[in-house]
DNA sequence: AAATTAATGTTGACGTTGTCAACATTGACG
DNA sequence: CGTCAATGTTGACAACGTCAACATTAATTT
């Protein structure tokens, strides 16, 4: 869930209050801004982290960016590639952040891959605002942009592999890696989505986050067969 | 994914045709429509199945449904509001097939656990329009309706149902239920939401959907782990 | 049966949206 | 210095969500 607690300094462009109208930035009275296509998507990000992914319009962007409501036309076809350039740019991110988290292990693989799905969740909950644009139904993967889509495919490809070096190692048993690495991809998708809609919260669990991600783990590694050895 | 197999005739009012554009549907001259907040939600629902939940508007609703653009502001207090109903209808929906799948299996608490959850994907695959809907950004928990708020408990709620009863009958093993229905629940809404999201089929996985599904079963019930028996 | 009230529908308007055309400004290039 | 391309602005259009005021009809009360 989005809180501001959960807020890092990386999330937030700026912060407006309620019931106060935006005044639009100025900018430094140039005409020409110089890197507006990446500030439209900073700004872009930065309304999705305040009122969500279905509040953002382009002239609050434009407003917000300090030129006018047609300039962001110059750099993107139309308001759905802007936020198409928000969901790589989040891809990208994200998959950094498992690619960090599973160096910490490099000799181990199912740690590896047990960081690796902590890192895409912890992304995930600490980017709210950025997961929902990534995964939300605006994002047609047929129609794609292929940076996006290479983007996007990193993010499995990285699970994909960590299921392949467990099983080269005979951590993990010897089955269809595919199904596997879905298996995987489901479960810490679910369990992102379900956290960030507050679906989680309103039912009142009572582990705290890292509890709940170490019974997902749990679940996945040693089953729900009753004969196992308890965790 | 969305396609015209797997649409049901109970997922359709009307189809328009691309590049067509509708004609308001007349009422038959009477004032009083007598039945338009149902008409409403199922007109909503025919839009989200043909251009998607974002494309949905107030007035293309109202049109199909023969009436002004003003008229559903007597029944729904906004948009919103409207789209609350369309999830409220799913949620319903949807624990109603997964209790249908599960009385199958009167006797066999495993079966009757694993029949929930494929009840829950079945339904997410068969109505992708409503389940986005249901679980969409648009719905904020904390403001749902009571209504919605139940409808949307249920589901969970026989999922946790099923799990403790596997547990009292000593086929699973007897950890915190909670942490094991969030597992399942994270497994189910992850898997359905890649599929409607078109992210499985373009990673060119090469099972049909039974398979897959048994794949997630038996991740959930065996795990990972390389000592378990082959399935 | 008539009058009254409530429910429900319509018309028109407003502010905002996405997007486009035409024009304006400035940086890059020859 | 002139030309061109990139990029920004202004203004306009159709459509949106939502509201107020009005219109119609069903239900209720007298």
């Not at 990285?158 to 995987?184: E, N, R, W, Y």
């Not at 960030?196 to 019974?215: E, K």
């Amino acid at each position: 869930m989005l809180t501001l607690s959960t807020l890092t300094a990386n999330d937030v462009d700026n912060v407006n209050i309620k019931g106060v109208p935006i005044s639009p930035v100025k900018k430094t009275d140039a005409y020409h801004h110089g890197n507006l296509r990446a500030a439209l998507i900073d700004s872009a990000l930065a309304v999705i982290i305040e009122k969500g992914a279905e509040a953002v319009t382009i002239r609050e962007v434009a407003a917000r960016t300090g030129v006018s409501h047609a300039a962001p036309y110059r750099h993107f076809p139309d308001k759905n590639a802007l936020m198409a350039a928000v969901a790589k740019e989040g891809f990208d991110l994200m998959v950094a952040r498992m690619r960090r988290r599973m160096a910490a292990f490099p000799d181990d693989p199912l740690q590896r891959l047990k960081f690796c799905g902590i890192g895409y969740i912890e992304f995930a909950l600490d980017h709210p605002a950025h997961y929902r644009v990534m995964f939300g139904p605006g994002q047609d993967p047929l129609r794609a942009s292929e940076a996006l889509k290479l983007s996007s495919a990193a993010s499995f490809q990285t699970l994909f592999d960590a299921i392949t070096a467990c099983q080269a190692k005979g951590v993990v048993h010897g089955g269809d890696p595919m199904a596997m690495a879905l298996s995987c991809w489901a479960m810490v998708h679910g369990f992102s989505m379900l956290v960030i809609d507050g679906l989680v919260q309103t039912r009142a669990f009572h582990s705290a986050l890292p509890a709940m991600m170490d019974g997902l783990v749990d679940s996945l590694y040693f089953g729900f067969r009753p004969d196992r050895e308890p965790l």
